[in-house]
C-alpha cells in the first residue's frame, strides 16, 4: 500500500511510509494566493542560498539534541513549509537511514530527482498538518516571520507539537528584522515592516516565539541560539548583503515598489543606493536565531 488516509478530529491525514506518492492540491485559480510572494523560480534561489548561509553560520543544520537518533536511523523528520526542499535534501544525504518528509504550499521542492529517503507533500499548514498525532521524531521549521500572522504562528505551533512523538523535539529558525540600518536601507525595512503589518504579520517574533512556547504545557525546555552579524561586513554579512541582493532585487521589486510607491526602475536604483550605503560602512545589526524544545 502506498498511500494511507485516515481521519483525525476530521483532518485527512497521510500514512507516512516510504511508498507514499506526492499529493496534489491543485488550488483554484480564482482563489486569491495564499502566499503572497511570487514563489517563483527566484524565490527559490534565494530559498538555497539562505539554507547554505544558515547552516555555515549556525555550524549546523539543527540544534536539538537528535543527531544520534538520527544516526541510529529511523528517525522520522518532518520540514514544515520545505520551501524548495534544500534543508531536507541536506539532512537526507548526512542521515541515509533515516526519512525526511516536508511539505509546502506551492509545489516549489523537486518531485522526481531525490533520494529515496524523502517525501514532499502540497498542502496548506493552516489547514491542519495531514500526519497523525505523535508522527515525527523531529519537526523544524524555517523562515516564516514575513508569513504567518500571530494567530496562525499559534496554529502552526500547536499543529507542530501535535505531530512531533512524546520525547521528540520542534525546532524553529527565522531571522529577526535588522537594527541600526541607515536612511535609505531603512525605507526598505520600513516598508517590509509596514507591508506585513497590512497583512497583520509581526516581523519581530523572537520574544513572542519564546513566550508562546514557554506558555505550552506540552512541552519542556526551550532553548535558543542567537547569531549576530553586522550586514556588509566581514564573509557573513557580505554574504547576507547577496541575500538581501536576491530578496529585494529579485523577490520583491513588484511588491513592494507599489507599495514603496515606486516605479520598479526608480525602485531598483533606490535600492543599489542603500547597497552602496551598506558597503560605505552603514552596516545594521542582524540577528538570526534558531529555538527548540522537547516535547513532553
Ligand atoms: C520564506 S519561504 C521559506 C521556505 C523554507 N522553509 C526555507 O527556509 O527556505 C516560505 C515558504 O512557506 C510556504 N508557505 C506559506 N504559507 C504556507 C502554508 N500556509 N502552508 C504551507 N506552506 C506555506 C511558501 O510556499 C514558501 O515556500
Redesign the pocket.
Known amino acids: 500500500m502506498g498511500k494511507h488516509l485516515s481521519t483525525n478530529r476530521g483532518r485527512k491525514t497521510i500514512g507516512t511510509s516510504l511508498e507514499f506518492k506526492v499529493v496534489q492540491n491543485v488550488q483554484d485559480e480564482t482563489e486569491p494566493l495564499?502566499?503572497y510572494?511570487p514563489?517563483s523560480i527566484k524565490?527559490t534561489d534565494i530559498?538555497v542560498m539562505?539554507?547554505f548561509f544558515n547552516r555555515y553560520l549556525f555550524q549546523c543544520n539543527f540544534k536539538s539534541p537528535i543527531e544520534e537518533k538520527l544516526t541510529s536511523g529511523q528517525c522520522k523528520v518532518l520540514?514544515?513549509?520545505?520551501?524548495?526542499g534544500?534543508?531536507l535534501l541536506d539532512m537526507a544525504s548526512s542521515y541515509g537511514s533515516s526519512n525526511f518528509f516536508g511539505?509546502?504550499?506551492?509545489p516549489?521542492f523537486p518531485t522526481e530527482i531525490k533520494p529515496a529517503n524523502v517525501q514532499f507533500i502540497q498542502?496548506?499548514?493552516?489547514d491542519g498538518l495531514p500526519f497523525d498525532d505523535n508522527t515525527f521524531d523531529f519537526v523544524h521549521?524555517?523562515?516564516?516571520v514575513?508569513?504567518y500572522t500571530l494567530d496562525q504562528w499559534h496554529f502552526a505551533i500547536t499543529e507542530i507539537i501535535r505531530v512531533c512523538k512524546p520525547g521528540g523535539y520542534v525546532e524553529f529558525?527565522e531571522p529577526e528584522l535588522a537594527t541600526n540600518a541607515g536612511p535609505i536601507l531603512s525605507k526598505f525595512y520600513d516598508a517590509l515592516v509596514e507591508l506585513s503589518e497590512s497583512r497583520n504579520v509581526k516581523m519581530r517574533m523572537y520574544d513572542n516565539l519564546i513566550k508562546i512556547l514557554n506558555s505550552t504545557t506540552s512541552v519542556k525546555n526551550v532553548k535558543y541560539k542567537k547569531a549576530k552579524i553586522s550586514l556588509g561586513s566581514g564573509f557573513l554579512g557580505n554574504e547576507f548583503l547577496e541575500i538581501h541582493h536576491e530578496f529585494f532585487l529579485k523577490a520583491m521589486p513588484e511588491t513592494l515598489s507599489k507599495f514603496m510607491g515606486l516605479s520598479e526602475g526608480d525602485y531598483i536604483e533606490l535600492f543599489k543606493k542603500a547597497k552602496s550605503e551598506v558597503e560605505n560602512g552603514m552596516s545594521p545589526d542582524c540577528e538570526l536565531y534558531r529555538i527548540w524544545c522537547q516535547k513532553l
Open positions: 495564499k502566499y510572494l514563489n524565490d530559498m539562505s539554507h520540514d514544515v513549509c520545505c520551501g524548495s534544500t534543508w511539505i509546502d504550499l506551492c516549489v498542502g496548506d499548514v493552516l521549521q524555517k523562515h516564516m514575513d508569513v529558525a
